[in-house]
């Protein structure tokens, strides 16, 4: 995330996620499932302002009117949950400017609620040992902690024990998002863990050998078949971008979907085959980098 200081308070721009492997270990007791994955943030950003208001009130705005603006908000409950923890009774005004598709397996909800545990402890001056803020951030969501750490990391746990993976350069992708989004929890509940989980150590290998058409080898979603039996369409955007792949060096689902991403060996491949693929009605079509 980006976060600078400004005359009214802090601006935060909050980035998207990208899974460029993502094996599940396991179903636990909680319901939830064990994971790993190698998450990249990319520079697709919402934006998040936050002015302090000694109302005491917590306030947030959004562009995108079909979100909520109350509690159920993921920001709302990161904010509700940094005043807790530090025994603190300011308020603020958030503007959130969407950017980022919702139930697109890129976390942008997750990543808004990031950029408000940073932002709001240093508009009231908290100085939160950090440590505190990752576990805040671990129960807001299974992603939240990552964007604390990001550009790169290896996600375990269920998502929020997050160990840092140094990029080798930059990575260039075309994202689709399509048109409708899918829902996490259907997705999981459908899921069948694997008896024997594919290890992350030969993707890491190829990840560091900073060799793309390796990499691209490499890209696994343990999720994406679920997601596609569930939304057949999605099968459309993975056949698209593999009928483009002179230009990309591999594609996979992120997350639980519903964004495709294909890895580029360069900036001007990627641009190629978003020119391509934006002609095909699949969805809204970008080129995004991960930087080191
Ligand atoms: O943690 P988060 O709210 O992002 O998770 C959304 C849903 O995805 C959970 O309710 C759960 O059904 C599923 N999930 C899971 N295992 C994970 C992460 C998410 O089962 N590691």
């Known amino acids: 995330m980006i976060v600078r200081t400004t005359a009214d308070g802090v601006e935060v721009l909050a980035p998207a996620k990208l899974n460029l492997f993502l094996e599940i270990l396991g179903r636990r007791a909680d319901g939830y499932h064990d994971l790993e994955s190698l998450m990249v943030t990319v520079d697709l950003f919402d ?19 079909s979100l ?14 940094l005043r807790i923890a530090a025994g603190c009774r300011r308020g603020a005004v958030i503007e959130l400017r969407k950017s980022i598709p919702a139930q697109a397996g890129l976390a942008g909800g997750s990543s808004d609620a990031a ?24 129960r807001l969501g299974s992603d939240v902690a990552f964007f604390r750490h990001g550009p790169s990391a290896v996600c375990r746990g269920r998502g929020e024990v997050v160990e840092p993976f140094p990029l080798p350069g930059p ?31 030969p993707f890491l290998e190829a990840l560091a050998s900073g060799e793309t058409r ?66 095909l009605g699949l969805g809204r079509v970008r080129v995004v980098t991960s930087r080191p």
């Open 171 to 201: 990575l260039t992708f075309v994202l689709v998002c399509p048109p409708f989004g899918v829902g996490t929890a259907d997705v999981y509940r459908r899921l069948t863990p694997p008896e024997t989980p594919r290890p992350i150590g």
């Open 68 to 81: 909520p603006t109350g509690p159920e908000n993921l920001v709302v409950k990161a904010a509700e949950s």
């Open 214 to 279: 390796m990499l691209g080898t490499h890209l696994f979603n343990r999720l994406q078949p679920i997601a596609e039996s569930l939304c057949p369409a999605l099968q459309k955007v993975g056949d698209a971008l593999a009928s483009v792949g002179f230009h990309l060096d591999g594609h996979l689902m992120s997350g639980s979907g519903s964004a495709f991403f294909g890895l580029a060996p360069d900036p001007d491949a990627a641009q190629a085959a978003a020119t391509r693929l934006a002609t």
């Open 115 to 138: 950029a408000t545990l940073t932002a709001l402890d240093l508009l009231w001056n908290l100085e939160t040992p950090p440590g505190l803020l990752d576990a805040l951030a671990g």
């Open 47 to 65: 934006t998040l302002t936050f002015a302090d208001d000694p109302s005491g009130q917590i306030t947030l705005r959004c562009d995108d009117a």
